[in-house]
């Protein structure tokens, strides 16, 4: 016959694990504000809440600088099969991207959107014929992931004129 002795222990244990987790679910529901009153008439402490979340967002929504170094890694996997791990292009696949002069003469901001949305085969100005897939064909990469790569294409475009 099995011991029965720890059982009443056993429900204590599983009603504590119980308590702290309800806990921490509060807690993290106030943290990502999740039940804010949503009432016509806030209070000043709502309101407060309200400035200090929105400031708190602006701070979070600004995007990063653009990284060079998290650019090259991303171009690794995203354009080096096709522009070269230097991005010094590959016959028939991808042009260079150190001397390109189409690459140069784009913002960074039109840079980042070309990348972004790609070229296909056919368009009159696609000299390789070969597509450009959106994003590098990764379509997991965020708008700061396409600046970092913008910022080491730039880089790359700044070694091959110091040469």
């Known amino acids: ?7 009443p222990s056993n429900q204590i244990t599983r009603k504590i694990h119980l308590a702290l ?52 890694q991303l171009f690794a996997t995203a354009c080096a099969t096709c522009h070269g791990p230097q991005g010094q292009g590959l016959p028939h696949l991808g042009k260079d991207l150190q001397t390109s002069q189409f690459a140069a003469g784009l913002s960074d901001s039109k840079l980042a959107d070309f990348i972004t949305q790609g070229r296909a085969a056919n368009d009159p100005l696609n000299t390789t014929h070969v597509p450009m897939p959106p994003k590098g064909g990764n379509p997991a990469l965020s708008a700061q992931d396409i600046s970092d790569i913008v910022a080491y294409v730039r880089q790359l475009q700044q070694q091959a004129t110091a040469k």
């Open 1 to 7: 016959m099995k011991n029965d002795t720890n059982k």
């Open 21 to 72: 987790l309800l806990g921490a679910g509060i807690a993290l529901a106030g943290l990502t504000g999740c039940g804010q009153s949503s009432g016509n008439s806030p209070s000043s402490s709502d309101s407060d809440s309200a400035s200090d979340q929105t400031a708190a967002s602006e701070t979070a929504a600004a995007p990063a600088a653009p990284s060079a170094e998290h650019g090259k």
